[in-house]
């Protein structure tokens, strides 16, 4: 698929965004007043900066709100609602420690809860798409979007052992994710055949292309990335988003490291993102005989 700046910048900062929430609605790190506010301000900036940035994926923006109305089908409505009870929730949580100093544990806990579920619920946007094998139905693609939203808002809370479990664990699954996603397009069964639903008069080939230029789906549906760029660009993805952090994390603490840790983080983060997008093969591109 293309992967367009918007959804890459969506998937990678309210992860980030609502990762953070979850930890400090757990209470880590234990903060109040003004340090209390800082961690707050830095989550919901990119929380509700990711989500806004989604909108501009849309064909018409302003009828993002109907999505809201379509929960009982729509894991899209889902996690639009949850995202709005998560910043509401912790937003009073956070009240309570900035301006009170109190820290109201079960309400801590229950935005944590519904941070988390926003988290599951953009990873199911993506795993129920059964036009696109390599999302669809594989607890990885979840498991990614967690694994990688536990380890980052851990790292921006400041918890450096386990941020540091973490990272590693994203990282494995990470990989797992790619290695188990190359073979998922193969293992779909779905050919030139079935895409054409030709296939029941012979074999079929593509004598030429169906269109003469380019169009909306092959824009958008159609992205090949070259193999060896491909690698290269996990190669960099997984030292940036968790070799390099662990190993600085390692290290003497030192606030300039941890600022390196997290830049570094949140670049590995986006070169993955931008990956999951372009190495989606959509099943469309089997009748433009691109797949």
């Keep these: 698929m ?3 700046p918007s959804v890459i910048i969506f998937t990678t900062f309210s992860g980030l965004g609502f990762g953070l929430l979850i930890w400090l609605g757990l209470g880590y790190p234990s903060v109040t007043g003004w340090s209390a506010f800082a961690f707050f301000a830095i989550a919901y900036i990119m929380a509700v900066g990711g989500l806004m940035a989604s ?16 929960w009982r089908s729509s894991w899209l409505s889902r996690e639009g609602i949850c995202a ?4 509401i929730v912790m937003a009073l949580y956070g009240a ?3 301006f009170f100093s109190q820290q109201w544990t079960l309400l801590g806990w229950t935005g944590a809860l519904f941070s988390l579920l926003t988290v599951f619920t953009t990873s199911m946007i993506y795993t129920q ?8 139905q594989t607890i990885l693609t979840p498991a990614n979007f967690i694994s990688l939203s536990l380890a980052g ?29 190359d073979t998922r397009f193969e293992q779909a069964g779905t050919d030139m055949a079935s895409a054409t639903q030709l296939g029941n008069i012979g074999q079929v080939r593509a004598f030429e292309p169906p269109h003469t230029g380019t ?3 092959l824009r958008e549906f159609v992205h090949v990335v070259g193999r060896k760029h491909a690698q290269k660009l996990r190669v960099i993805s997984i030292i940036l988003m968790a070799a390099l952090p662990v190993i600085l994390l390692l290290m003497p603490f030192s606030h300039f490291l941890a600022l390196i840790a997290v830049v570094a983080h949140i670049a590995g ?23």
């Design 129 to 136: 798409l059964k036009s696109i094998p390599r999302w669809n």
């Design 96 to 98: 309570g420690l900035v």
């Design 55 to 70: 909108t501009f994926h849309l064909g018409r923006p302003e009828r993002a709100m109907k999505a809201f109305t379509q």
């Design 269 to 291: 983060v986006l070169v993955a993102r931008w990956l999951f997008f372009a190495q989606a093969e959509h099943v469309v591109g089997l009748y433009y005989g691109q797949r």
């Design 2 to 4: 293309h992967p367009a």
């Design 215 to 217: 169009n909306y789906l």
């Design 153 to 181: 808002g851990a790292l921006l809370a400041g918890q450096v052992t386990a941020a540091s479990f973490l990272l590693l664990i994203a990282g494995l699954i990470q990989m797992a994710t790619w290695l188990v996603g």
């Design 84 to 87: 709005v009870l998560a910043l």
